[in-house]
Each structure stands twice: as structure tokens, then as C-alpha cells.
């Protein structure tokens, strides 16, 4: 297990070197082979009216009049070993990891992603909470129920949670429980260290927003997965044998289901981790979603490039959570 | 010998006596000269009166933003809100005077004793700043620290967001800045005289009766050299305004709370009244719009007006209407005809497109006549100082065009079945992409055919329509923009959008490219001139303007806001176009 810890790890760190250079090439390499040039992309970064002494400064000051390859260098140094940056009055240091400053505001990209990082976290897992216990729930009481008004109720509701997209559920839960009944009013981050009951509070839209979405998806997979595995012989072995009827449905039969919900667990958690954009931008959570879609907005190639290393870091550690919790979830299996 | 301050003291009377006599009424009713007494809440009753006035103290004032400002740092920004919204930290030399109306455009001085005195031959400025005014830190602000502070505009590399006026007046324009020419106690700028604490001598290039509404962005703020920490000073400015910084998260908060060392005898402007002020950034904008309705905050702070759903509902609901303000935002939406883009280098094509566009369509674009704004004859506004109604091409006669004439137009400049050409615009602002497409279709009427290439609006000014390079080498006949004053003289508002001496590389504003001599050598004569005189030049150049059919004027913008009951002291501040921000307070 540790070895195979210790592998996984070592890839994950080649995998996101693979990912900084493809993001890289994206945003850095292909433009220039579009024909933009470096003074072009600078002129971008300072404000109105500028004149070409004055692009041309900023363009030595971005680093972007060095070639490609060295601006890559210096950027993956940068991540390892930190970076010495002049503000103007004196030179800051920026410590491993240095993701680089903000081509906006000139800002180390780090701290800004570490501070956003609480929020989607709050997000992601209240929302995960939620959608496995209900997804799964719903899915096997379903399965159980099969054909029953319960079955189609639920997996009619499972199908409006697949289809409806977020922001217009979002936008539904915010006219309804915050604007027109006033059960959530101004509904705003609050850390959790600051007020737990206010950070939950107001989280509790968001959660369920985010939830009613994957939960629908879990509630159809688990269905699935519990209707073809109750139908196992091993399961008409175990009732034989006298076993309680709870036993057979949670030991046996939810078990031999979870392996694949686990898996689409992790990929999607790992995602939300790296910020779940529309949930944030509906609800103005100040998380690595919202800070994702101002990069962009922006055009802030360092933070484009900090938050897509990040949320592949998320991806990967997940994946390799999610392959450590195979073995407990089924025996048979070892790494 | 120099000359009392005949230039600026006459300029700014005969500037509201011109704003009286010319400017039309801001927003749907007619503006009073001075907000004199307050007044309930009534629809558009902040355009013209105070509504709420009240000096309670106390309370929580909130503003939401659905964006981040280009930086907190008064020296580092360009956006109309910071501009406003940096009043509460910072006192730069002059300011606007703080009521509703007109008297809104009126220049008056903030840290400045008076409106300056300047020499005979116009080229040296001399200010003085009031003794005595204190930073947060209990330190008295010397005339120094606003030499420093203008010095900062000089490095762009750091300092990037703000305007750069004073390297094109200034001399000494090659100054480096005091972030890379660290010599002379970072007093290096010649350009700027500093013979005791509280005097400040500006030399200038050539005379610009302006200057004062220069000094008025929050650029000229005092920054003592030891307190600056170049691109971090955004964190934390030293306050000299009503409030100070007590926590700020980039892109998510700032808290501010009452500056002890702020003395409102030195600053009538402005009030402090709120025990705490509070911005989100990055909030949605239907949930900003949401909160105001519930009163669960104060203010939009980008002051443009709420969303498509938030107008409709409160025009519907007397209760929301009367709550809320439509006034002129100071905005001109226009389409650039550039005149060195084929046909375009004939006049009559370029009539061509003047008669031929529905205005109508053109202004529904835009959001209709109460959220859109008012069809435009004009290239400037009426609240700016030398706005004169005309109407060359019968935009107010015949808003839907008059397509008989523009086939004459066409016919004239060889082109009597029409022609295709590109049209740029910002394909990231839904009103702008829906005027694009509302001006194909008119033009298409008479046989003009564009071709619609959309752009990031990050870019599109530095990268695309604002490059005349890339203008040419893609033949982008027209291109959709605005315009706001960066000062309301006509000169801040015409002088970049027609001066041929205007011209960039990138960044450019006189996107349509004139260089018509007529119009260089009036905004040359403007610099001899002052008062009357000098106002009576820009009609004349907004004349020429449309004479040359260099710009296609749309809408004068309008904005639809929203002043929560419980919001005290609002009214519109005619210059920015939104809410006055340095004097609201909240009813606890």
C-alpha cells in the first residue's frame, strides 16, 4: 500500500508537470503562433492609452519578451524554488509554491487560491454530504420498492435533477427561499471559523442546489447497480442462510454496488474542488469557481494557470483516494 | 508677474453658468442648478434633490460590486465608481461639488486651499494645499507627498491602471518614476515645484485652462513616500478621507471604519455618517439587484443600473418606482466611421451610414428610451459643459432613418448599390452585440452590408478596434464604443475622441481616425482661451464632428438606479452619473 502510495504520488507529480506544459502551450505558445506578439499580449495589461514605451516596460516586467521556453522555466522555478518580484518600492519574495502574480493586479496567485480554497472546499463537501447519503439512499429504497409509486416518483424527480441545469435551480432556490420568502436572506460566504451556524446557514442553498443535481445521478446508478445485484445468487444464498434482511441489502447487496459510485465519487469531487463555477457564480461564493471565471474574464494567464494546476491536483489526489478506498470496500482487490 | 486666478476662478463660473445655459435636463426632469432642500422618495427624485437628507450617524452602509475594482489604490485606477467610490479614503486637490443637479459638474477644491493661480503665459500652475490635514496615521500631509503621489503615475509598469495626463502636459514627460529613478529624495519629477510644505508649482508643456479637473482624479491624493509600497499600496492606502481601511480580502471584501484624523471643517464635500462601510466584490449582479429590492444592501457600487429583470420589475411596481432614479450616466454610445478605411475615405459614404441607421432600433438596443437612454444627435452630452442640441442627419426627426437620403448619399460617393465593410464590437456586451446587429439590419436597407466581428472587451481597445493597425490591415470600416468624460469641459470629453494629435497605436479613441485641421486648430485655440470663451469652442467642435460624419452618434446613456428606503442623503452626482458616495449615511 505505502509503495503504491509513494508511485502515485511521484506520477501525479509528472502528470501535473505534463498539465503545466500543455496549459502553457494553450495560453502562452499558441497565441504566439497565431501571431500575437509578445508586445500585443502586454498592451493588454496596461490600461487605456498606453504608449509603446510604456507597453514595452510592462512587457519586460511580465516576462514575456523571453522566449517560451524560458518563460516556462522560469515559471516552473518559480513553483519549486520561488520567485524574487519587484513591486516598485522594494523586491518581495514569493515562496514555494510561487504559481507567479496576477498579470492584473500583481498579486502572488498562491494566497489568492488558498484563500478561495475554504469556500469551494465548504461547498463541495457540504454538497457531497448530501448527495451521497440522499443519492444513495433514494437509490437503493428505489430499487427496493421497484415499481411502486416511490420508484417512479423518486426516479422522476432523480430525472428533473439530471435535466435542470444548476443555475437555474440555483436561481429557482434564491427567488423562492431568499428573495420572495426571506428563509435565506442574503445569502453570503461566512468562514466557519467566524460563525459556524451563519457559514452553514448559508451554505445550506448552495448545498442543495449542488446536491439536487448529483444526487439525481447517484440516485439512477445506485438503482441500477442495486437492482442487478439483488438479483445475484449470492444474495438468494444469503437470504437462505437466515440472514436479517437488513444485512443482505447494506452488507451484501450496497456493497458489491458501491465500487462504481465510489469511483464517480471521486471524479466528481475532485472536480468541485477545483471550483464548482456555476453554483459560485449563482450564488457569489467567493470560491476557486468564481475566481476561475474573473482569470478568464480577465484574461490573467498566471491565475489561468495556477487554478487549472490546482484543480488537477485536486483530480489526481482523489482518483488516488478513491483507489485506496477499492480495498476496503472490496477485498478482493489489492494495490 | 502672475496673474490672479482669472483663468481658473472665471472658468468655473462661467462653467455653471454654461451648464445652466446649455446643458439640457439630466435624466427625464428638469435638474435644479443647486440642490437646495430635500425630498421623499419619488421616481427620479434623486436626479434633482436630495432625497432622505438626514445627518443621523450610525449603521452599516453596504455596497455590492458584481466585479473588482482596477485598484483600490487612488493612484492606480480608471474606473467611474473607484473614482467616486476613493473620495471616502482619499482627498485629492479638487473634487465636485456635492449636490444634486448641475452643480454636481462644479469643481470645487478638496485639498487644495483654492482653484490656483497660473502665470501670464498660462504655463505654470501654482496650488496650495490647506495646513494641517492629517493622514489615518496622525502625520500632516505635506505638498510633497502630492508631488510623490503624481510621480507614482509615471511608471506604468507598476502603476498601469490610471490616466496619463501629466506625462502629455507635464514637462519633464520622460521622468521615469520614483520606483526606478530613486535619486533626489524620490522628488526627481522637475516638472513639479515644491517650495514649502503646503506649496506646489506645476510647469506645463503648453497652457491647459483644464488642469484643475486633472488634479481632480484621486491620483493627485497624497502619498508619502515612506507609507508607499508601490503595487501592495492597493491593500491599504493611507487614508486622508472620512474613512479608513480596517480589512480588505483582494476580490471579495473591504471593510472600512471612521478615520479619527479626518477633520470635516477641511472637507465640506463630504460626511461621515456610517459607522462601518462594507464592499462585496464579485457578487452577481441579479443578487445585487435581489438584495437591493429586499434592503439588504445599500448601494450598487458600478452605479450603471440594475439588471433587465430588476428594471422591469421595478418599473412595474410603484412602490420600487418610486425608490428609483433614471439619469443620464454621462455616456455616449457611438458607432466610429473610420475615415481611412475604404469607402469610408469618402464623406458621403460616411453619410451615408448617418442617415441610413434606425436610431430607434438602435436606442431599443441599448435598453429603450428609459434604460437605454435618449436618442443622440450629438457626439457630446448634455452633462457635459459645451453639450448644443443640433441635428445634421435628422436623427431626432426621423429616428427610423431616412433611407432616401442615404441612397443619395450613396450615389454621391460612388456607391450606389451599396457596399460591405466590417464592423467590430465587443462580443462580451449584450447590449453593444444587439446594436451591432440592430445597425446591419438598417444599413442593410439601403444595400450597406457588414460583416459583424465580435471581440473581448479586455482587448478591444488595446488589441483590435483601438489599434489602427489592426483596423487597417482587417478593414474595419466601423466600430461600435463609448465614451464617458474623463473631466465634464468639452475638452475631457471631445479632445480623445477627435483631436488628430489623439491618435494611438493602441489604446486609441479617436477611433474613427480624424485629423480634420479644423477641429485640431480649435482645441489648439481652446488653450489661449478661458470662461465663455473657451466653452463656446467645443459646440463648434462637436459641429465638425458630425460634419465630417466621423461618428455615429446612438444613445446618450441612461442608467436605472435603485436607492434602498432606508439609504439616506441620495441623490445623483451629475459628473459620475450615480449616487453620491461620500455623503451617504443609513437610517439605523
Known sequence: ?335 | MKRRSTLAATAVGALAALVISACSSNGSTTASTGGSGGSTASYNAGVSQVVNPSTQKGGTLIFDSHASPDSFDPGNTYYAWVLNFSRLYSMALFTYQSCPGNCGLNLVPDLATDMGTTSSDGKTWTFHIKPNIKYENGSVVQASDVKYAIERQYDRSVMSNGPTYYQALLTDPSYPGPYKDRAKNLMGLTAIDVPDATTLVFHLQAPFPDLPYVLAFPNSAPVPPSADTGSNYQLHPLSTGPYKFQSYQLNKQLTMVPNPEWNPATDPQKKQLASKIIINLNVNQADIDNRLLSGDIDVDAAGVGVGPTAQAKILSNPTYKANADNPLNGFGRFVYIDTKVAPFTNLHCREAVEYAANKTTLQNAWGGPVVGGEIASTVNVPTVVGYQKFDLYEALTKPAGDLTAAKQQLSMCGQPNGFTTNMAYRNDNPQETAAATALQASLAAVGIKLTLKGFPGGSYYTNFAGAPAYVHSHDIGLAAGGWGADWPSGYGFLDALSNGNAIASSGNANIEELNDPVINNLFTKSSTLSGGARNAIWPQVDHQIMTDAGILPEVYQKALLYRPPNLTNAYVQTYYGMYNYVVLGVKS
Not at chain 1, 49 to 56: D, F, G, Q
Not at chain 1, 88 to 105: A, E, I, K, Q
Not at chain 1, 208 to 226: E, H, P, Q, V
Open chain 1, 1 to 335: 500500500m505505502i509503495f503504491f502510495i509513494i508511485r502515485r504520488l511521484i506520477m501525479t507529480v509528472f502528470l501535473l508537470l505534463v498539465v503545466s506544459m500543455l496549459t502553457f502551450a494553450i495560453f502562452f505558445l499558441v497565441p504566439r503562433l497565431g501571431g500575437e506578439t509578445p508586445y500585443e499580449l502586454a498592451a493588454q495589461y496596461v490600461g487605456r492609452t498606453p504608449i509603446p514605451s510604456e507597453i514595452h516596460a510592462v512587457e519586460i516586467k511580465l516576462g514575456l519578451d523571453a522566449p517560451i521556453w524560458l518563460q516556462y522555466g522560469r515559471y516552473v522555478k518559480g513553483i519549486v524554488l520561488g520567485v524574487h518580484y519587484n513591486n516598485g518600492t522594494d523586491v518581495s519574495y514569493c515562496p514555494f509554491p510561487c504559481f507567479g502574480f496576477s498579470f492584473r493586479n500583481d498579486q502572488p496567485v498562491w494566497p489568492q487560491m488558498t484563500s478561495d480554497i475554504p469556500v469551494t472546499v465548504s461547498l463541495a463537501l457540504g454538497a457531497a454530504v448530501l448527495w451521497l447519503i440522499g443519492g444513495v439512499a433514494v437509490g437503493v429504497l428505489s430499487a427496493l420498492r421497484k415499481g411502486t409509486f416511490f420508484d417512479r416518483l423518486s426516479m422522476g424527480v432523480a430525472l428533473a435533477g439530471v435535466s435542470l441545469p444548476v443555475f437555474f435551480t440555483g436561481l429557482i432556490a434564491l427567488y423562492l427561499f431568499s428573495y420572495r420568502w426571506s428563509l435565506f436572506p442574503n445569502v453570503h460566504y461566512v468562514g466557519i471559523t467566524t460563525n459556524p451556524v451563519q457559514w452553514a446557514r448559508n451554505l445550506i442553498l448552495p448545498w442543495i442546489t449542488l446536491a439536487f443535481l448529483y444526487a439525481a445521478l447517484y440516485a439512477r446508478i445506485t438503482r441500477a447497480g442495486m437492482l442487478e445485484t439483488m438479483g445475484e445468487d449470492y444474495i438468494r444464498t444469503a437470504r437462505a442462510k437466515g440472514l436479517p434482511e437488513r444485512k443482505v441489502i447494506l452488507k451484501h447487496g450496497l456493497r458489491a454496488t458501491l465500487t462504481p459510485i465510489v469511483t464517480i465519487f471521486g471524479m466528481d469531487l475532485g472536480l468541485l474542488l477545483g471550483g464548482a463555477i456555476l453554483t459560485e457564480s449563482v450564488f457569489s461564493l467567493p470560491g476557486l469557481g468564481q475566481f476561475t471565471i474573473l482569470a478568464i474574464q480577465n484574461h490573467d494567464l498566471p491565475e489561468i494557470m495556477g487554478v487549472v494546476m490546482l484543480a488537477a491536483f485536486f483530480i489526481v489526489i482523489a482518483n488516488l483516494i478513491v483507489d485506496i478506498l477499492y480495498t476496503v470496500i472490496d477485498p478482493r482487490v489489492r494495490i
